[in-house]
């Protein structure tokens, strides 16, 4: 038996409604259609009345999730697109994220955001959330490459007191496997060592782990030993981890399948290189997709995102400086 | 609304005196509605204000100190000075503290009465306060027909007092008038005289009472005028000045003594002898605020999550700088 990463996130929901009746999830064609993505199949027949359909209106969709976590209600919200969720960008941003600091009342709200790019998507479907969320205060920001972080974070965020921004990876959700659900998993915020190594350290996150994990395994045969940090929460940032492997390798590429100014991959290297500057034994590089918007066309879109071929590209210029 | 009007008085003169950090924005002209609505509401029920709604959040049950710390910037306000003037609130009382994005807090009452409902909590009314100008924006769209289709018990008060900061309502929208709104979201419509006091007294909790009774969500639209700049930093010289002269431009607390003087629920002594009380309490708890501390930048814990453990501490964060004005010095 296996289960894939779409499967786990909505493993992760049922069992959420389950064990929490704070739970609910609201969202587009979420209900009885099971969502667009089918991240909600059957939710509705086995939790009725906590699985609601909702207008097309990401913003009040957001405001009603406020309301509802102020009274101590756990919702789920799910975008529809990652990139639909900029129609609710406001009560995100300065109604969910600023409630805690000014009243101290938390709010525990997930919002379920499929990002990233995949072919014929193109700009308006293909967005990557995370550099945008996490430069806002108040906000908990998450980003799964694996079946098991899919399962094991969500339910960690649903179980959370601040909001948080799931950003789940559309490329991961039918093709990744896993054997099993997991049973234990590292705390939210820890990064995760994908694979060891003493050469260069690529930090990354969501679909790029598995980008960087394929060109970890060709340039060993070209015997070099590349370490793969999987960033599994992009805020808060796990810097000791990215600290401790770039002091292992001396080489730092950061990958983010995000535009390029500004975001998670700037972050990394700022912080390295202001706390860390010594450990490096050449300038630390970055790679991210072209700052343009996400195209259409499959030749245009694998041109556009970083790939195990750009990266390995990026890497072996890296390691030979 | 008495004592609205005079403890706004007072916060503008203290804003003129300049001893207010930030703006101060008056409810002059709108307290008879704005009253109406507080009253009109149980300790119970949900309300979320809007800039002009003093004289409604005192009817709620707020106490005067609060605007008064709030104002001030006292460490001991409810917002303890991470937030000012008209942003303050107890969400968990069901006292929403608005954020400035027009049309934002109705989703917000939206979802408190959804999560009421959904916990088996009957009897529930959410008021939201908004003006003309929030009537523009797309959250006002979609928080109505969000509250239409979950059919809540949501009063929608609408204060049309002919301007948004500058914009007459004819640059704002263009239907006739905006209770026609209504009807495209299947919403019912109370339209009210916003300077009558009587007449707001009569009016909203009869909307109340029947959101309360399984109406689904209401709509009130009050004619009044602004009776002051948008806030005391704005002359509002663009008031056309036959509105002034029209009834729209009456002032309210005028009215309500009038009308109260007519129905000789009080005499013009014991209305002066209000005055003067009134001045007293507020010029008391003032003078108590003054004394009160500021916000300490030392003593914050500059936290914007719940969960303690998952703050960053970044080393290139900016440290507090002692030379700030008015940290203390080290």
Known sequence: ?321 | MLLARVAEEKIASLYRAGKIHGGVFLGRGQEALSVAAGLALRKSDVFAPLIRDGAGRLAFGEPLIDAVRTYLGSRLGPMRGRDGNVHRGYPREGYLPMISHLGAMISVVNGVLFARRMKGIPDVVGLASVGDGATSTGSFHEGLNQAAVERLPLVLLIANNQYAYSTPNHRQFACRDLADKAAGYGVTCHTIDGTDFMECLRVLPAVVARAREGGGPQMVVARLLRLCGHGEHDDAGYIAPEFKTSALGRDCLHVAEEQMMQEQAVNAAELEAWRTETMEKVERVIARVQREPAPDPFQEDWRAIQTAHLVEVSASANPVDSRAPGAPQP
């Open chain 1, 1 to 321: 038996m296996s289960v894939t990463y779409l499967e786990a996130i909505r493993a992760a929901q049922a069992r959420a409604l389950a064990e929490d009746p704070r739970v609910f999830i609201y969202g587009q064609d979420v209900g009885a259609f099971g969502g667009a993505f089918k991240a909600t199949k059957n939710l509705i027949a086995e939790f009725p009345g906590r699985v609601l359909d909702a207008p097309i209106s990401e913003d009040a969709m957001m405001g009603l999730a406020v309301g509802a976590a102020i009274e101590g209600l756990r919702p789920i919200i799910e975008m529809q697109f990652a990139d639909f969720s900029t129609a609710g960008f406001n009560q995100i941003v300065n109604q969910a994220a600023t409630l805690f600091w000014r009243t101290q009342v938390p709010c525990p709200i997930v919002i379920r955001l499929p990002g990233g790019g995949t072919s014929g998507s193109g700009p308006f479907h293909s967005q990557n959330m995370e550099a945008v969320y996490a430069h806002y205060p108040g906000l908990v920001v998450l980003t799964p490459a694996t079946v098991e972080d899919a399962y094991s974070l969500l339910l960690a965020a649903v179980a959370l007191e601040d909001p948080v921004i799931f950003c789940e990876h559309k490329l991961l959700y039918y093709h990744l496997k896993a054997e099993a659900l997991p049973n234990e998993a590292l705390p939210l915020g820890k990064a995760r060592l994908a694979r060891e190594g003493r050469d260069l350290t690529i930090v990354t996150y969501s679909a790029m782990v598995h980008e960087a994990l394929a060109v970890a395994q060709e340039l060993c045969l070209e015997g070099w030993e590349i370490e793969v940090v999987d960033l599994r929460s992009v805020k808060p940032l796990d810097t000791d981890t990215v600290m401790a492997s770039v002091a292992r390798t001396g080489r730092l590429l950061c990958v983010g399948e995000s535009w390029p100014w500004g975001g998670v991959t700037a972050e990394v290297i700022a912080r390295v290189v202001s706390e860390g500057f010594d450990l490096l034994d050449a300038p630390p590089q970055r790679l991210n997709a072209k700052d343009t918007p996400v195209p259409f066309h499959p030749n245009l879109w694998a041109a556009h995102r970083p790939t195990a071929r750009s990266i390995a590209a990026a890497a072996r210029t890296l390691l030979r400086s």
